[in-house]
């Protein structure tokens, strides 16, 4: 997975300094390394393994496009998803989860020939059967499952416990129960997606090895051979420390085993991965406008904030960074600056919660240097207050193409 920019994107930062009047501020997105980070990511996975995509983690249409021929299909959470994966990613297999679906969105999904309605309650069942049978059509779903899972498992996003999402093991019976008398609903499948932000693979294939006993059980409980098995995306991003990621071939040798082990290869087993798959591809860069000094710390207070970038506060991290020195620095070079010091990088907004990094330790920061924001691929732009104080939005940059990794220079400064 590639972390820092490709030579294109810095070239694309370039660009758009060239192009900006003021100070810059801009998403930037490789296409190069997204492509090929996702289709690694798709081939290591075991021959009984699809991957759709989670499109909520990010849905802008290159994203969607340079995905499209990779990935199994798309995730969507909500009728808008639905209606913007049939105008920008037409043909591609559609899966619909989450709750509170609205009767208009269900009737919107079968028109569309969903692959699969991920069913998250027994009042959406009955919903669902009034309104396919309506239309005078099959309903193809899979019911999502909220396993009660104590201890076996826990991260800071937890979907599985006390939640509005998926149903729980004992009302499985009612449920199956129900959809027996229903001939406009098909069971195809159980969906599970318990957690996100999983860091730790052994832990992850502990989880997945829980899903394969209970699919066994229920369809030893319900007499069905149920084969599809959607497990939900969750694989995390460290921002804590960009240099230890997921190590993903030994995930999925793993997962491989655990299959092999569990006699599990019968089965169609589904990924829907979101934040892992387009995190590392995104960038969010911010021109430095002012630095100052207040009661004892440094403050880098940049073009920008979090009503473009909310991750840090939604996240309540210290985001990782580079920094940029400008290029061409005018002569003689007298904007502020600050020497060996640590900085809190924030935005432009009159709130102190608009504070992307902290205390970052610099060697050097002048006014007009660029911030480089790395991981800012996924749950970004999208899930950010984009009208608070009216700033304009950042520019969008999607960048074709990185170069061969052979021929990069090592260190990012020198580019610069
Ligand atoms: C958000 C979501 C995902 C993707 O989760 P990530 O942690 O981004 O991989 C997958 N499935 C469902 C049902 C979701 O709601």
């Known amino acids: 997975?590639?972390?820092?920019?490709?030579?294109?994107?810095?070239?694309?930062?370039?660009?758009?300094?060239?192009?900006?009047?003021?100070?810059?501020?801009?998403?930037?997105?490789?296409?190069?390394?997204?492509?090929?980070?996702?289709?690694?990511?798709?081939?290591?996975?075991?021959?009984?393994?699809?991957?759709?995509?989670?499109?909520?983690?990010?849905?802008?249409?290159?994203i969607l496009g340079a995905l499209a021929p990779i990935v199994d299909g798309f995730e969507a959470s909500s009728g808008g998803e639905l209606a913007w994966l049939n105008e920008h990613a037409p043909g591609k297999p559609m899966i619909f989860s989450g709750p509170g679906k609205l009767d208009d969105e269900i009737r919107q999904a079968l028109a569309l020939g969903i692959e699969l309605i991920h069913v998250e309650s027994l009042g959406?069942?009955?919903?669902?059967?009034?309104?396919?049978?309506?239309?005078?059509?099959t309903a193809p779903i899979?019911?999502?499952?909220?396993?009660?899972?104590?201890?076996?498992?826990?991260?800071?996003?937890?979907?599985?416990?006390?939640?509005?999402?998926g149903i729980e093991e004992a009302e499985l019976a009612a449920c199956i129960a129900f959809i027996d008398g229903q001939p406009a609903l098909d069971l195809q499948g159980f969906h599970?997606?318990?957690?996100?932000?999983?860091?730790?693979?052994?832990?992850?294939?502990?989880?997945?090895?829980?899903?394969?006993?209970?699919?066994?059980?229920?369809?030893?409980?319900y007499g069905r051979r149920i084969r599809h098995l959607n497990m939900g995306g969750g694989i995390g991003i460290n921002y804590r420390d960009p240099d230890d990621q997921i190590d993903w071939p030994a995930f999925t040798a793993g997962l491989s085993a655990l299959i092999e082990r569990k006699r599990a290869q019968h089965l169609a087993l589904r990924?829907?991965?979101?934040?892992?798959?387009?995190?590392?591809?995104?960038?969010?860069?911010?021109?430095?406008?002012?630095?100052?000094?207040?009661?004892?710390?440094?403050?880098?207070?940049?073009?920008?904030?979090?009503?473009?970038f909310r991750t840090?506060?939604?996240q309540r991290h210290s985001h990782p960074l580079i920094i940029l020195p400008r290029d061409r620095p005018p002569a003689p070079d007298d904007r502020p600056a600050i020497f060996g010091t640590r900085?809190?990088?924030?935005?432009?907004?009159?709130?102190?919660?608009?504070?992307?990094?902290?205390?970052?330790?610099?060697?050097?920061?002048?006014?007009?240097?660029?911030?480089?924001?790395?991981?800012?691929?996924?749950?970004?732009?999208?899930?950010?207050?984009?009208?608070?104080l009216r700033h304009p939005p950042p520019a969008m940059c999607f960048v074709e193409a990185s170069l061969p990794i052979e021929k990069e220079t090592a260190d990012v400064d020198a580019i610069f």
């Not at 999502?144 to 416990?161: C, D, E, I, K, P």
């Not at 990924?271 to 860069?285: K, P, Q, V, W």
């Not at 002048?366 to 924001?373: A, I, K, P």
């Open 192 to 221: 599970i997606h318990s957690l996100s932000h999983q860091l730790d693979m052994k832990a992850h294939l502990a989880l997945i090895e829980i899903y394969l006993d209970r699919i066994a059980a229920w369809n030893a409980m």
């Open 142 to 165: 899979a019911l999502r499952v909220n396993l009660g899972l104590g201890s076996a498992a826990a991260t800071r996003l937890m979907m599985a416990g006390a939640s509005p999402f």
């Open 124 to 137: 959406e069942l009955a919903r669902l059967a009034r309104i396919a049978g309506d239309m005078g059509r």
């Open 312 to 314: 840090p506060s939604a």
């Open 343 to 388: 900085v809190n990088v924030v935005g432009q907004l009159c709130t102190p919660t608009d504070r992307l990094a902290q205390d970052v330790p610099v060697e050097e920061l002048r006014v007009g240097d660029t911030v480089l924001f790395l991981l800012a691929g996924a749950y970004a732009w999208t899930i950010s207050h984009h009208d608070f």
């Open 1 to 62: 997975m590639r972390i820092l920019p490709s030579p294109g994107l810095l070239a694309a930062i370039r660009n758009e300094r060239a192009r900006s009047t003021g100070p810059i501020c801009a998403y930037l997105y490789d296409l190069g390394a997204l492509t090929e980070h996702v289709r690694a990511t798709r081939a290591a996975l075991p021959a009984n393994c699809e991957m759709f995509y989670a499109i909520k983690a990010n849905a802008e249409v290159p």
């Open 271 to 308: 990924f829907e991965f979101g934040r892992y798959l387009t995190c590392a591809s995104g960038y969010y860069a911010a021109e430095v406008v002012d630095l100052k000094s207040s009661h004892g710390q440094w403050f880098a207070i940049c073009r920008g904030g979090s009503h473009h």
